[in-house]
């Protein structure tokens, strides 16, 4: 099929954004296009394994630079004025094509492990939030567990960490992980008597096992696996923060996660509304094209509105939390609309475009088809970095108090 217009570029306008901004939209789009399209059905539809994460792109990700946009000058960073803007536009424009890639090398490597490190002590910080930037070594972001996803309280959190002569023991298992299965370094969440610490680990330690990779029904690019620590030794100096506080480190990148996560929804959404826009404007039946029927062109309209609603979400959420340093109401706004409008527009995007929207390739001519990997990776959305009914708890939470809600 040929390359849909970007329905973006005509749709909506960047007029609020500033030029840094969109400067980094631009280049990061660049990008996008010379190294993920010609990938992209590869890496969408590849099952996991071990031997398909693509360390190819991870090396052309950090020799272009994207670990630089979100961080300071002082760790090798872009150091922008809007860190937080440039980072959600360049997790869209990535997602535009794959989206489980984006979920790993960017979400995961940048935001969840990058923004943590952040957060470090140092020499912590700069010795590794550093390595990260230049693209030295993968990292994994480690909180949930079988037993403990969406609650994290220390009640609920299994693995532990006891004290021993310089540093820590640290035992038992965590679930979902991503990038564990190529990780050099892992942030790992554990409880530490009464309280929740974060914890930087070498993956190489004795006492580190991490299981196959899991078969999921989508974002076949973002590994996970089980991981399980027996005894591992944790030198007290790679803490990350203050004993005891590890809860709020983590909920602080996952506070720019579930941003990052509206962002992707929005690239799954329009990537879904680019492709059966065009299809479905010269597709012919009953003698006119199918976009003629007011019943397309009014589902159509609907979804151009959600995509400038969801999109704006995500900005000003990243936009206030640059400026004012907090932005919980907004990004969890952004997260719930962002990933159900995924759903929504990939779903009547494949009803449009009719056997054309369901196939993945067509045995015939070889041809490939982009909306039903968007539709199995848009799923997903709705539930990681915080399901869409906590996100929906937080918003109750701004607006009828703590006292009633929790």
């Not at 399209?37 to 052309?60: K, Y």
């Not at 912590?124 to 939030?129: D, E, K, T």
């Not at 696996?225 to 203050?242: K, N, Q, W, Y």
Request: hydrophobic residues 45%.
């Amino acid at each position: 099929m040929p390359i849909p217009a970007r329905r973006a570029d005509t749709l909506f306008h960047d007029v609020w954004l500033p030029p840094e901004t969109r400067q980094i939209r631009q280049e990061v789009r660049e990008f996008a296009e010379a190294v993920l399209r010609p990938a992209a059905h590869r890496l969408n539809n590849t099952p996991e394994s071990v031997e398909a994460f693509p360390h190819d792109i991870f090396r052309q990700m950090a020799d272009a630079g994207l670990y630089r946009i979100p961080f300071a000058a002082d760790v090798g960073g872009r150091g922008l004025e809007f860190p937080t803007l440039a980072t959600m536009v360049t997790l869209e424009e990535l997602a535009y094509f794959s989206p489980g890639l984006t979920s790993a090398l960017f979400d995961g490597q940048a935001i969840l492990v990058g923004k943590t490190l952040e957060c470090a002590q140092e020499p912590l910080r700069s010795q590794y939030l550093a390595a990260l930037v230049r693209g030295e070594f993968v990292g994994s972001f480690a909180t949930s567990e079988p037993e403990a996803s969406t609650d994290l309280s220390a009640a609920s959190m299994q693995t532990v960490a006891v004290p021993v002569e310089g540093g820590y023991s640290l035992s038992g298992c965590k679930r979902w992980i991503t990038n564990s299965v190529v990780a050099r370094y892992m942030l790992v969440l554990a409880r530490t008597e009464s309280r929740l610490s974060m914890f930087l680990v070498d993956m190489h330690s004795p006492g580190v096992s991490v299981g196959k990779p899991d078969l999921k029904m989508g974002n076949h690019a973002q590994l996970t696996a089980d991981v399980r620590f027996d005894g591992v030794f944790v030198p007290s100096d790679h803490v990350v923060g203050t004993p005891g506080n590890g809860l709020k480190v983590a909920l602080g990148a996952l506070a720019l996660g579930r941003m990052g996560i509206g962002a992707i929804g929005v690239a799954m959404a329009q990537a879904a509304f680019d492709f059966s826009s065009r299809y479905i404007s010269e597709r012919k039946v009953f003698g006119k094209a199918i976009a003629g029927f007011q019943h397309w062109q009014f589902t159509f309209a609907e979804h151009a509105i959600s995509l400038e609603n969801a999109r704006n979400l995500y900005l000003k959420a990243a936009y206030r939390f640059d400026t004012e340093g907090e932005a919980e109401l907004e990004g969890a706004m952004a997260k719930y609309y962002g990933s159900r409008l995924a759903v929504d527009v990939s779903r009547d995007a494949i009803q449009a475009c009719g056997a054309y929207g369901f196939v993945r390739e067509l045995s015939a001519t070889g041809q490939t088809f982009p909306l039903e990997s968007i539709y199995r990776d848009a799923k997903i959305g709705e539930i990681y970095e915080g399901t869409n009914e906590i996100q929906r708890w937080i918003i109750a939470r701004h607006i009828f108090g703590r006292d009633l809600v929790g």
